[in-house]
């Protein structure tokens, strides 16, 4: 009992500490974006540069580069991958998209190279493009005829409203994207406080040691903690699934006071989940962040763009696409949360030293699935490959956890088969996981001083044997079909 109690808490917790902590300045403004994608983009501004029949050399390189620019973890991209993939964007650049932001954005790649090491970080960036896009083209290669079938669908309810996207939805979008990104980089300019405000309030202390009592922090072990001020967010975020559900539901229907409730308590959540709040001797020291000013300017030019120049169906539109994106996907993200804090009571980081401190096949692929039950957020897993290295654990099987960690978390997987499907997510899952491991193994062989010949070899028989069997698929695909 006492097991499965520890284990129940684990899971309580977890989410608690993600809800405070991740939901806010990453996920809110991604299912805003994702939103504004569905309503306001015409759909051939995205199959022009994404679509199943662009130029392959167009349309790759734009998901790696549209990819490297969002410093956001898995759950985060995943809306923002549904936007564009229910816009019109061909399977295979959407899943490059999904893959390559996580794993080998610019600010990852920075904080990886100063942790651990340029040549990890390096062989992070060059392996995660190359296979991300092996594994967008595999993809759109096995489910050609239901990627045919999606694109000819139409990809979305407002696909054929309007004559295209204008000059205010353009930089409606654009100042979404800046909010997402004000948010949620670590620059000094950001994150620092310009000036402060100090509360008298002589509990803060007290509080803030029970939360840590009830919620643990320690950055070494990834667990994050609840402060003060997520307690606040929380019951933010609360208030604003009500408001929201009676506001936004019936939004076809027209804006109510409802409607207006939930984006007040939006504005308020995001400008107070900027701030820096911190208790002290006797104070709740609060810091007004670059970011609170970036966030509130951001919000202050969507406000004026969203109810000045939008059109009203266009408006209604953007929070009906925003509002059904939140029902498909939270509610999978939280379960996720809550089942990988329950797995992470279970799994002991210790084990890693025994099963991956050699470059050995098991070894990568217990890197590869300790990167599914142990998901940690974007960053946070730097630190955390810091510790598995330090513990025992060989580079070749730390690169593998790099690269999937940020892919294949449990709650990732769950919002991603409601999106494309459990067959299309079995196979990402799957190759992700095969190349993940191949990663592993060939980063791992260099540093064991393996001749680059030797490697270069490894890798074009690797790359020979899976187009084989990916041929192979194919003319059984066709001769079934034709059957």
């Excluded at 109690?5 to 300045?25: D, R």
């Excluded at 408001?243 to 409607?259: D, F, M, P």
């Excluded at 978390?409 to 799957?430: D, F, N, P």
Aim: glycine fraction near 12%; include cysteine; proline fraction near 4%.
């Amino acid at each position: 009992m006492d097991v499965l109690s520890g284990v129940f808490y684990g899971g309580a917790t977890n989410l608690a500490a993600y809800l405070a902590a991740h939901v806010l300045l990453c996920l809110l403004p991604a299912f805003f974006i994702a939103g504004a994608m569905s309503a306001l983009i015409p759909r051939e501004a995205i199959t022009r540069f994404l679509g199943r029949n662009s130029n392959k050399a167009v349309s790759y390189p734009a998901a790696v580069a549209a990819g490297s620019l969002l410093a956001v973890c898995s759950c985060t991209i995943v809306p923002l991958f549904a936007g564009i993939y229910k816009k019109g964007a061909g399977l295979g650049p959407a899943i490059t998209f999904l893959f390559f932001a996580p794993a080998a954005n610019i600010l990852a790649l920075v904080y990886t190279g100063g942790v651990i090491g340029v040549d990890l970080a390096l062989a992070r960036f060059v392996l995660s493009m190359i296979f991300g896009i092996g594994i967008g083209l595999i993809m759109a290669l096995v489910f050609s005829a239901d990627d045919a079938a999606h694109d000819e669908a139409g990809g979305g309810m407002f696909a054929a409203r309007g004559e295209g996207m204008g000059k205010s939805a353009g930089v409606f979008l654009v100042v979404w994207v800046v909010l997402l990104l004000a948010g949620t980089l670590k620059l000094d300019v950001l994150t620092g406080a310009w000036l402060h405000v100090d509360l008298p309030l002589a509990q803060a202390r007290d509080w803030q040691a029970g939360l840590d009592r009830l919620v643990p922090f320690d950055a070494a072990k990834g667990e994050e903690g609840v402060s003060l001020q997520g307690v606040v967010l929380i019951l933010l975020l609360g208030l604003i699934a009500v408001s929201a559900w009676r506001g936004l539901e019936n939004i076809q229907e027209g804006v109510n006071g409802w409607t207006r409730a939930s984006l007040a308590l939006v504005w308020t959540t995001l400008l107070f989940a900027a701030l820096a709040i911190r208790p002290g001797d006797g104070v709740l020291s609060i810091g007004i962040t670059g970011k609170f000013f970036g966030v509130g300017l951001s919000l202050a030019v969507i406000h004026v763009i969203a109810w000045q120049h939008l059109p009203r169906e266009a408006l209604q539109d953007w929070l009906w696409e925003t509002w059904r994106f939140v029902k498909q996907i939270f509610p999978l993200l939280v379960v996720g949360v809550f089942v990988v804090g329950m797995a992470r009571v279970l799994v002991r980081p210790s084990w890693i030293e025994a099963v991956a401190g050699h470059n050995s096949l098991v070894g990568n692929l217990a890197g590869v699935v300790f990167g599914v039950f142990m998901y940690f957020p974007t960053l946070v897993e730097v630190p955390i490959a810091r510790m598995f290295l330090d513990l025992g654990m060989h580079r070749g099987p730390l690169l593998a956890y790099l690269m999937s960690d940020p892919e294949l978390s449990l709650q990732s997987i769950l919002i991603i088969s409601a999106i494309i499907g459990r067959t299309k997510t079995a196979t990402y899952v799957g190759l992700v996981a095969l190349f993940s491991t191949a990663a592993g193994l060939t980063y791992g062989a260099w540093i064991d001083g393996m001749p680059l010949m030797q490697i270069v070899l490894w890798l074009a028989v690797f790359i020979g044997v899976l187009a084989v069997l990916l041929s192979l698929a194919s003319r059984h695909a066709v001769s079934t079909k034709g059957v």
